[in-house]
Structure formats: C-alpha cells, structure tokens
C-alpha cells in the first residue's frame, strides 16, 4: 500500500540511512546503534567500574554475601504472543539476567505504565501470567509501581521488571572469560521467539506453529553449576540481536575470536521456513528461554548432559569454538565449506520484539 506520495505506508525502517540528532528505532536493537547509544550518551554520564563491564547484570559486594542486579522494561508488540504475553516474558527476561551472571534469583520488583482504554480484561491475563511464571521461576514479587497515561502514549501496557539474586562462591561466569578452545554451546533451538512475535503481527501461517521459546533459565545454570562449576567461563541469553549480536560481544569482551558451524546450529523447520520467507538470518533473531555457554573443551560434554537432563535444554548442542585468530569477530563455516564474517547489525530486524 502507498501513500498519495507513492511511498510505502505503515512500514518504519529501524536503521537511519544517515547519521541523525534523533533516537531511531534501530537504537534499541542489541546492534551497532545500541552500543554507539550507550557509549556517546550514556556512559559519560554514568560511568563506572561495575558499569563498564556492560553486562546483562552486575555483580555486587555486600557485607552480608555477593548479589547480582538487573534491570529491564518490556515494550513488546503485541502484548499477547504464542507460548506466552508480555507479563510471563518481563519474568522471564530479568531472572534470565540475573541467572546469566551465576546468581540464583529471589526477588522481583516490578513497574508498570498502563495506557488509558487498556482492557481489565487484557491486564488480567497479563498479570496472572506473570504471577504464574513468578512462582514457576522460584522468586517473589516484592514491591512495584503503577502509573496510567493518556490513551495513545503507551501502547497499551508497558512493564519494567528488576531482580536480585545471590551469587554462589566460585562461580562467576562473565563475558571477559572466554578463552582459546573453549566450545561455545547453545541450550537449544534458536530464534523462536521472534519469529513467533513477526508471525503474529505479520498474520502468517505455517504448517507447524510456531511459539515463542520464553522460560525461565534459573534450572539450566543450576544444572551447570553443579556439573561443571567455575569452569563454565561465560553465560549469555541471547536476546535482542540474537545469538550473533550476543557472541559478537563476548568476543569483544574477552578479546577472542569465535566460530560458528552452520550445520550444529538448531533451527526448527517452521523458523528457518519463515525467516527465509522474511529475509530475516535467525541467527540475530531474538531468543527468550535459550542461553549460550563458553566451557573448556574437556568439559563441553558434561555441560551438555547437564543442560540436556532438563526439559528445555534437551535439544542442547555444541555450536562454535573459541580461537585466537581474528580477535573481536565472529566467523561461519558454511555447509558448503566457506566462511562467513558473522557482524552485528547497524540496526535491528525486528524491533519491539521484548
């Protein structure tokens, strides 16, 4: 559909053709536009030592034991999505965080902007849902804030969700810790839950449905840090951006290079179907109940059969190597044997997606 100037209308592109002095949509994306966002307006401001590390979560010394902390806000569209909504994934996605950085969560706070017009109805569901994966997920809700705004200025429901944990000794994965030879797993199959989110808002149909991948991952860890403990070097949900934005910045952290082999990466049929579809690559489509870990290669089958003994890792493989050439980037091998530079994205291919 065009517009009376002959453009395409209702269509935004995320990624700015040209530098601008606005937010653009891409800025949100997990990509280059994201961390340019971070480090020209947001550090200078705020920096410091445990913000720098920019992780999905930070690690705290308190007199009492070490706690990590996170932080996130929910702007998915539509609010209600296949295997889930957008208070189950505001769940989710902070005890994901806080877990990532070796801790077992415990608390939640929680905000929330409702839209005037916004049906109870609709608030409802939302919120037994996230009462539901509260509970699932082990950890209590224990302060919130509400605020109504004028209809048109939220979207319906916006929800901003933090989390506590306590750290375990000795257990400290971190994105500065891969090292030459470790195997790079992946719990399993990748870019579910973007793909359930464009499907939706695209009304696409395909012959096996597709849902979104959004759980907690609190279990997994646990399994891992039992199994292999402070040899599990590095622990990430690949969110926005997706796992190649997520392994792009490991390697920049720990100054290392990764490969990636096309043919171990897990995608369900109906996923690679739709992304094809699309133009969209699933590896920097959004995940929300999968997690990447870095071990040692003497360990990487220990770790697998401990992410395989729970229900959501049993399809766990290992997908990559950590390498000491090309430092900072993230390589392919094809399954016709080429290699490919795998590069974070200007922008994003699918915003509003958490």
Known sequence: MTDANG???????????????????????????????VRDHFLPHFANPILDR????ATLALGTGDIALSTDTFVVHPLEFPGGNIGSLAVHGTVNDVAMAGATPLHLTAGFVLEEGLPFALLDRVVAAMGAAARAAGVTLVAGDTKVVERG????????TTGIGILHPGFRPAPDRAREGDVVLV?????????????VREGLAFEADITSDSAALPP??????????????????????????????????????????????????????????LGLDPLY?????????????SRADDALAALRREPIGRDAAAIGRVVRDHPGMVLMRTRLGGRRVVDLLPGDQLPRIC
């Open 7 to 37: 453009l395409a209308s209702g269509l935004a592109c995320a990624i700015p053709h040209a530098p601008h002095d606005r937010v653009q949509l891409g800025h949100g994306s997990g990509g280059k536009l994201s961390a340019a966002l």
């Open 54 to 57: 920019l992780g999905d979560g």
């Open 153 to 160: 200025k939220a979207d319906g429901l916006f929800i901003n």
């Open 187 to 199: 719990s399993g199959p990748i870019a579910r839950h973007g793909m359930a989110i464009m499907a």
């Open 220 to 277: 997994l860890v646990a399994r891992l840090r039992e199994q292999v403990g402070p040899e599990v070097h590095v622990l990430r949900d690949p969110t926005r951006g997706g796992v190649a934005s997520a392994l792009n910045e490991i390697a920049a952290a720990s100054a290392v290079g990764i490969e990636l082999a096309e043919d171990a990466i897990p995608i369900p049929g109906a996923v690679a179907a739709a992304c094809e579809m």
């Open 285 to 297: 489509v959004a995940n929300e109940g999968t997690l990447l870990a870095i071990v040692p290669a």
